[in-house]
C-alpha cells in the first residue's frame, strides 16, 4: 500500500480553476493506477477521474468531461486533478486513492484523507 495526501483545495468562484495534488510515499507509487472521488455533504463518495499507472489512459465520469484533466508524475510520486470551468455543484471534499484502473471505489486500497473544495456562485 502507500501513504497518500493531497493538496490544494480552498475556495473560488464558479467559473474558477483549481490543480489537487496527491503525493504518494513508498516504493510502487508507479505500479498503481490512481482515482480522485469526491463526496459532497449528505451524498455518498462518488468516481471523478482515473489514470492507469503509466499515464496512458484515463476515465472521467461524465458530469466533469471537458472541465478537469488527471494526469501524473511518477518521478514526482505525484497524482493532479486539474479542474477547470468549476461550478457549484462540484463542491466537495476530494480523494485520491491508489489501486486498479477503475471507477468503482472498492477496487482502490489506499486513500488519501481529503482536500476541501468549495466553488462560490
Known amino acids: 500500500q502507500v501513504q497518500l495526501v493531497e493538496s490544494g483545495g480552498g475556495l473560488v468562484q464558479a467559473g474558477g480553476s483549481l490543480r489537487l495534488s496527491c503525493a504518494a510515499s513508498?516504493?510502487?507509487?508507479?505500479?498503481?493506477?490512481m482515482g480522485w472521488f469526491r463526496q459532497a455533504p449528505g451524498k455518498e463518495r462518488e468516481f471523478v477521474a482515473t489514470?492507469?499507472?503509466?499515464?496512458?489512459?484515463?476515465t472521467y465520469t461524465n458530469s466533469v468531461k471537458g472541465r478537469f484533466t488527471i494526469s501524473r508524475d511518477n518521478a514526482k510520486n505525484t497524482v493532479y486533478l486539474q479542474m477547470d470551468m468549476l461550478n457549484p455543484e462540484d463542491t466537495a471534499v476530494y480523494y485520491c486513492?491508489?489501486?486498479?484502473?477503475?471507477?468503482?471505489?472498492?477496487?482502490?486500497?489506499?486513500w488519501g484523507q481529503g482536500t476541501q473544495v468549495t466553488v462560490s456562485s
Open positions: 486513492a491508489a489501486g486498479l484502473y477503475s471507477i468503482h471505489r472498492p477496487d482502490y486500497h489506499s
Open positions: 513508498g516504493r510502487t507509487f508507479s505500479g498503481y493506477a
Open positions: 489514470i492507469t499507472s503509466g499515464g496512458g489512459s484515463t
